[in-house]
């Protein structure tokens, strides 16, 4: 699988767009990128995924370049409860392992 | 809601004894996973269930064993547990092998001292 860059943290102010940036420069076409995050003492939770195209859920947007060598996740209203550590992941769909690194830690500030 | 349960959230151990970790789902989910979750390694697999019985190695099975006997129930067994296990632990299950979406318990904190 390919890997990730992220920034090792962020911070964003309540009700503002929360954009966090991931580098995937050695993608390959049939790997997809997933969002995964973890609040503090829980099990981690799915965002959102994407192949090439923009997607958009009730959580999260997701934005992949063209190139889709870099996307970014998009909360749109972020709130008290979105600081988490955000995890961003490559894997071809049929992979059934979920493999995350480091990620980057978002805290939301009122 | 998917909801993934774990029967602790924080456990101490001894060198040596043996470790039972349980997880149950209550989604009617065929597949089931074990991960554990440590700082500087992210999130490895230990094992993988597909079915009542079935299960796969993932990327470190050593010095673990798993069970599912019940299509809800998939547990994780440290024969003779060890220091370097101290690790959070981290059950998941899913709808299909390789859904998007894993649905996580809790986690299990376990030290062994």
């Known amino acids: 699988d390919a890997k990730t860059t992220q920034p090792p943290s962020m911070d964003c102010a309540e009700g503002r767009a929360a954009n966090l940036p991931c580098n995937h420069s050695?993608?390959?076409?049939?790997?997809?990128v997933y969002w995964y995050r973890q609040i503090h003492s829980q099990g981690p939770q799915y965002i959102i995924h994407?192949?090439?195209n923009n997607e958009t859920n009730e959580m999260a947007s997701l934005i992949i370049t063209e190139d889709r060598k870099s996307s970014t996740l998009i909360l749109p209203h972020a709130t008290l409860r979105d600081t988490a550590v955000y995890y961003c992941?490559?894997?071809?769909?049929?992979?059934?392992?979920?493999?995350f690194g480091a990620g980057t830690t978002v805290t939301v500030r009122a | 809601d998917v909801k993934v349960t774990q029967s602790s959230r924080y456990l101490v151990k001894r060198t040596g004894e043996k470790v039972f970790l349980e997880c149950v789902q209550d989604?009617?989910?065929?597949?089931m996973f074990w991960y554990r979750q440590d700082p500087g390694l992210g999130l490895r697999l230990i094992y993988f269930?597909?079915?009542?019985?079935?299960?796969e190695k993932g990327d470190i099975p050593e010095g673990y064993s798993v069970s599912r006997e019940k299509k809800e129930r998939f547990s994780l067994i440290l024969e003779s547990a060890s220091t370097n296990q101290t690790s959070m632990y981290l059950c998941?299950?899913?709808?299909?092998?390789?859904?998007?979406?894993?649905?996580f318990g809790p986690g299990t904190r376990l030290t062994v001292t």
């Open positions: 998941a299950s899913s709808l299909f092998k390789s859904s998007y979406e894993q649905y």
């Open positions: 050695t993608i390959s076409g049939n790997e997809y």
């Open positions: 994407g192949l090439k």
């Open positions: 992941i490559v894997r071809v769909f049929n992979d059934y392992k979920l493999s």
């Open positions: 989604m009617d989910h065929e597949n």
């Open positions: 269930s597909y079915d009542v019985k079935m299960k």
